[in-house]
T-cell receptor, first 114, second 112 residues
Framework: DTEVTQTPKHLVMGMTNKKSLKCEQH?????MYWYKQKAKKPPELMFV???????INESVPSRFSPECPNSSLLNLHLHALQPEDSALYLC?????????????FGAGSRLTVL | RKEVEQDPGPFNVPEGATVAFNCTYS??????FFWYRQDCRKEPKLLMS???SGNEDGRFTAQLNRASQYISLLIRDSKLSDSATYLC?????????????FGKGTHLIIQP
């Protein structure tokens, strides 16, 4: 079982809906991430939170809104999405070793936008 | 030039064979490197870390060539269960909560 828990595993939503993806880790990691992955492509970085503050936003459209309520939780609020936003959304947390961040991923939330 | 480049494959390899593939990186300041494995419709999982010249873990060997700026992954006595996509990561270095950029991945298919 993964140590990063994501809910829901699957989500289907219309373009006018508002929904949220949730991510939780209890490993004491102080950095958390959202990645988006389309089929047959590598994960693409969306957001990075470090010590509960947003440190990186990779020019993600505002219809994706991240939130980090505390050091264990990371949310991704979704509003007015487009069908091309359908993808696997991966949450990760990391610890630091030898000058780099080592990621642990959750199982992902598979999103379909109709 | 992209940060990390990989041959996407697929590499079709008979069971029991040895297979190797490379990952080139552009940032000479990178100090640590990682191979992640991703099974179909699953999340990436850390396979190996490389902090110096290389690392070996059972049938898997990762090697770093700083002069030519690439890392390699060697799999010996390949098993059917080794079929997966192997993603390379070369963090830019310098610490901080850098978001990791993945290579496109190499798709490996082990055939019976």
């Amino acid at each position: 079982d993964t140590e990063v828990t994501q809910t829901p595993k699957h989500l289907v939503m219309g373009m006018t809906n508002k929904k949220s993806l949730k991510c939780e880790q209890h490993m004491g990691h102080r950095a958390m991430y959202w990645y988006k992955q389309k089929a047959k492509k590598p994960p693409e970085l969306m957001f990075v939170y470090s010590y509960e503050k947003l440190s990186i936003n990779e020019s993600v459209p505002s219809r994706f809104s991240p939130e980090c309520p505390n050091s264990s939780l990371l949310n991704l609020h979704l509003h007015a999405l487009q069908p091309e936003d359908s993808a696997l959304y991966l949450c990760a947390s990391s610890y630091h070793r030898a000058g780099a961040n080592v990621l642990t991923f959750g199982a992902g939330s598979r999103l379909t936008v109709l | 030039r992209k940060e990390v480049e990989q041959d996407p494959g697929p590499f079709n390899v008979p069971e029991g064979a040895t297979v190797a593939f490379n990952c080139t990186y552009s940032n000479s300041a990178s100090q640590s490197f990682f191979w992640y494995r991703q099974d179909c419709r699953k999340e990436p999982k850390l396979l190996m870390s490389v902090y110096s010249s290389g690392n070996e873990d059972g049938r898997f060997t990762a090697q770093l060539n700083r002069a030519s700026q690439y890392i390699s992954l060697l799999i010996r006595d390949s098993k059917l269960s080794d079929s997966a996509t192997y993603l390379c990561v070369a963090p830019p270095g310098g610490g901080g909560a850098d978001g990791l950029t993945f290579g496109k991945g190499t798709h490996l298919i082990i055939q019976p």
